[in-house]
T-cell receptor, first 107, second 110 residues
């Protein structure tokens, strides 16, 4: 079983929509969690860390549910520029990445 | 500017040749990592190093080798033993629990 699993999508949503991604993780000892954004043929870039209390950065909200072992990313008021692949990651003795969820925001 | 640099951006090699990918960082980060990414797939860990002169195998180390003689540098050699080396290779470093990536090297073996 993979350490971190996420729905690969693709998600195709209209501009202005709200979209949510989820990742589940198998190692209950995982300490920290992150969301990364990866544009086509580029490196992943850290989008935000994920805390149990939830954290928000503009239109983006990340949440961690340790009891159910999942993390989520909510994007409100989607923009065309949000189109990318979103990777979740967790840490134990190393970083574990999900396979990524592809998002396309349609005009 | 501080950051992680990888060179070259694109690399072409003939089958059976060893090739070394460069990764340099001036962020003073202790831990460095090498990942491989194939089309439509996530990141798979090849090797990582928590400190100078020490490194550990990741999930797919076979056919690869690394060295960590300096804190700033973590080169990856793709050997002829790697059966399917064509991929996007990403180097990363970690500080305060957060991981940051270099721009990657796209290796094509002909």
């Amino acid at each position: 079983r993979k350490e971190v699993e996420q729905d690969p999508g693709p998600f195709n949503v209209p501009e202005g929509a709200t979209v949510a991604f989820n990742c589940t993780y198998s190692n209950s000892a995982s300490q920290s969690f992150f969301w990364y954004r990866q544009d086509c043929r580029k490196e992943p870039k850290l989008l935000m860390s994920v805390y149990s209390s939830g954290n928000e950065d503009g239109r983006f909200t990340a949440q961690l549910n340790r009891a159910s072992q999942y993390i989520s990313l909510l994007i409100r008021d989607s923009k065309l520029s949000d189109s990318a692949t979103y990777l979740c990651a967790g840490t134990g003795n190393q970083f574990y990445f999900g396979t990524g969820t592809s998002l396309t925001v349609i005009p | 500017d501080g950051g992680i640099t990888q060179s070259p951006k694109y690399l072409f090699r003939k089958e059976g040749q060893n090739v070394t990918l460069s990764c340099e960082q001036n962020l003073n980060h202790d831990a460095m990592y090498w990942y491989r990414q194939d089309p439509g797939q996530g990141l798979r860990l090849i090797y990582y190093s928590q400190i100078v002169n020490d490194f550990q195998k990741g999930d797919i180390a076979e056919g690869y080798s690394v060295s960590r003689e300096k804190k700033e540098s973590f080169p990856l050699t793709v050997t002829s033993a790697q059966k399917n080396p064509t991929a996007f290779y990403l180097c990363a470093s970690t500080i305060a629990g957060e991981q940051f990536f270099g721009p990657g090297t796209r290796l094509t073996v002909l």
